[in-house]
């Protein structure tokens, strides 16, 4: 019985590893186009990861959480991104610094 249980022991650990892990987090995508977040407002699960992709032809923006950084964050330029992984619940608001009209909102369950 002893070497029964050994056996089942390790794939067990393993099996609630996996679940208990963020090997169930999520890449979501918000794309950066004519100065608009899109989708502007996304809820997401705890350890998700969103990108941002700036997919404009010559425009530069920047995902600015303001609560969270105190300085202006560096430009995406156009095929570049720009990813942040949420390990805590709430919502989260954040602007392009160069564009403050554009906004969204993270909120994370």
């Known amino acids: 019985m002893k070497k ?4 089942l022991a390790a794939p067990l650990l393993l099996i609630s590893l996996l679940v208990c892990g963020n090997v ?4 979501h995508v918000v794309e950066i186009y004519k100065k608009k977040f ?9 350890g998700d990861t969103v990108i941002w992709k700036n997919i404009e032809k010559r425009q530069y923006h920047n995902v ?8 202006e964050p560096e430009y995406i ?12 619940k709430g ?5 392009c610094g160069p564009h403050p009209k554009m906004t969204g909102t993270i909120t994370v369950k």
Do not use: H, R, V
């Open 4 to 7: 029964i249980i050994n056996k």
């Open 24 to 27: 169930l987090a999520k890449e």
């Open 38 to 46: 899109i989708p502007a407002e996304l809820t997401i699960n705890l």
């Open 64 to 71: 600015w959480f303001q609560q969270l950084f105190k300085e």
């Open 77 to 88: 330029f156009p095929d570049e991104s720009y990813q942040l992984t949420f390990n805590d």
């Open 91 to 95: 919502e989260f608001p954040y602007l």
